[in-house]
């Protein structure tokens, strides 16, 4: 296997790992993608001449550069050449898509709201147990106050540690 061809081959792995987060819904791709608009110019290739340039909306060329993988994919191994350059295409408007942060993981998404959500939480609990702890040193204050007023000896606690 010549690097070229492992090159390749990683492409359609990747692209097959992130159709798959895809459809079981791990990531999804940003309104924004569609509001994103990019020229990818492109090179002669075997169908036509010249050069040429696609130019659209990300969630548009993302989409096209999907249907036309998935197209190619079931290709018979003669033709493997044609889901690489299929997928090494879709891996590059994955990659823009990742670039523009319009590759959203959802699950680190609601990963982080919980953990905000626990967070603030956590921040109220804090806060309730100084108000508690406040009222507590309030409470021994005045129960300090009341001792010295009847003559009973304070024990502030420090010969029991």
């Known amino acids: 296997m010549t690097a070229n061809t492992r090159t390749q081959s990683e492409a359609i792995t990747q692209v097959e790992a992130f159709i ?14 569609q509001q994103l608009i990019i020229s990818i110019p492109k090179k002669s290739s075997f169908w036509s001449s010249g050069s040429r340039e696609d130019i659209g909306s990300l969630a548009d060329l993302l989409g096209k550069a999907l249907a ?8 018979s191994p003669e033709m ?6 299929a997928a090494a295409e879709l891996l590059d408007y994955i990659e823009r898509a990742r670039t523009h942060g319009v590759i959203i993981h959802q ?3 609601s990963e982080l709201n919980k953990t905000q959500e626990e967070n603030i939480q956590l921040k109220e609990d804090i806060d309730k147990l100084r ?3 406040l009222r507590l040193q309030r409470l021994v204050e005045a129960l300090h106050q009341t001792m010295d007023r009847i003559g009973l000896r304070r024990d502030t606690g ?3 540690l």
């Open 158 to 160: 420090e010969d029991h």
């Open 20 to 33: 798959k987060q895809l459809h079981d819904g791990d990531v999804i791709i940003d309104r924004k993608a």
């Open 68 to 75: 036309k993988y998935q197209t190619f994919k079931s290709l």
């Open 131 to 133: 108000r508690e702890n």
């Open 80 to 85: 493997l050449v044609i889901k690489e350059r």
């Open 107 to 109: 699950k680190l998404t």
